[in-house]
């Protein structure tokens, strides 16, 4: 299985009851189709969603083009920018391109 098959859709109308509502580590990235730093990050989020699948992270992608209610509340304004949220709470942000060790250690911190 791909990375990305791991990988879903968030949506505003969504984001509660798959985010907010889950337990465990939920990751999710917030992004946009014309962002070139969120295609670069893109296969590093597809990778290690796969990576700790068996660990139980999910991982999402929120479009904030189409989903301004969500990006908004947390108040995302760079993109590419990653929420990492425990059992339902927000407990981390990273903004901007960032390598895919820096992501795992990150991921390792909370999950």
Not at 12 to 27: H, K, N, R
Not at 47 to 75: C, H, I, M, P, W
Not at 84 to 90: A, I, R, V
Request: aromatic share 10%; hydrophobic share 45%; with cysteine.
């Amino acid at each position: 299985m791909a990375g990305g098959d791991r990988v879903f859709e968030v949506t505003d109308q969504s984001f509660v009851d798959e985010i907010e509502s889950s337990t465990g580590l939920a990751v999710v990235d917030f992004w946009a189709a014309w962002c070139g730093p969120c295609r670069m990050v893109a296969p590093i989020v597809a990778d290690l969603a796969e990576e700790y699948a068996e660990k139980g992270l999910k991982v999402g992608k929120l479009d904030v083009d189409t989903n301004q209610g969500t990006a908004s509340r947390f108040g995302i304004r760079s993109i590419p920018t990653i929420l990492f949220f425990k059992d339902g709470k927000h407990v981390d942000t990273v903004i901007g391109a960032v390598s895919k060790p820096f992501l795992q250690a990150k991921i390792d911190e909370h999950i």
